[in-house]
């Protein structure tokens, strides 16, 4: 069982940045994709990124160019680096861990975080 506690959401003006962590208790974290999910009130639970490695990550195309996921293998920690936040970021994000080889859907994914709120005024 992986336990995962997102932490870094907050209230920011469009146009600033947060930085999400999410800390796994897995010892064997480098085995898992990572993936950081977000759902605004009445929407789907949508991809915003996910990580392999550092040179295996894809985008949503709605953050590409303004978001940026990373791991830490050695802290069992996954992050996401928001710049140029807009209103419409405003969501819960939610860091999720699954094995190797899957993609972007949220029902590949076995183990999940409480989430956190990001909300961005305009």
């Known amino acids: 069982q992986v336990q995962l506690v997102e932490s870094g959401g907050g209230l920011v003006q469009a146009g600033g940045s947060l930085r999400l962590s999410c800390a796994a208790s897995e010892r064997t974290f480098s085995n898992y994709v990572m993936g950081w999910f977000r759902q605004a009130p009445g929407k789907e639970r949508d991809i915003v990124a996910r990580?392999?490695?550092?040179?295996?990550?894809s985008y949503a195309d709605s953050v590409k160019g303004r978001f940026t996921i990373s791991r830490d293998n050695a802290k069992n920690t996954v992050y996401l680096q928001m710049n140029s936040l807009k209103p419409e970021d405003t969501a819960v994000y939610y860091c999720?861990?699954?094995?190797?080889?899957?993609?972007?859907?949220?029902?590949?994914?076995?183990?999940w975080g409480q989430g956190t709120q990001v909300t961005v005024s305009s």
């Open positions: 990580i392999w490695s550092a040179d295996s990550t």
């Open positions: 999720a861990a699954g094995p190797r080889g899957i993609g972007s859907y949220s029902w590949q994914y076995d183990y």
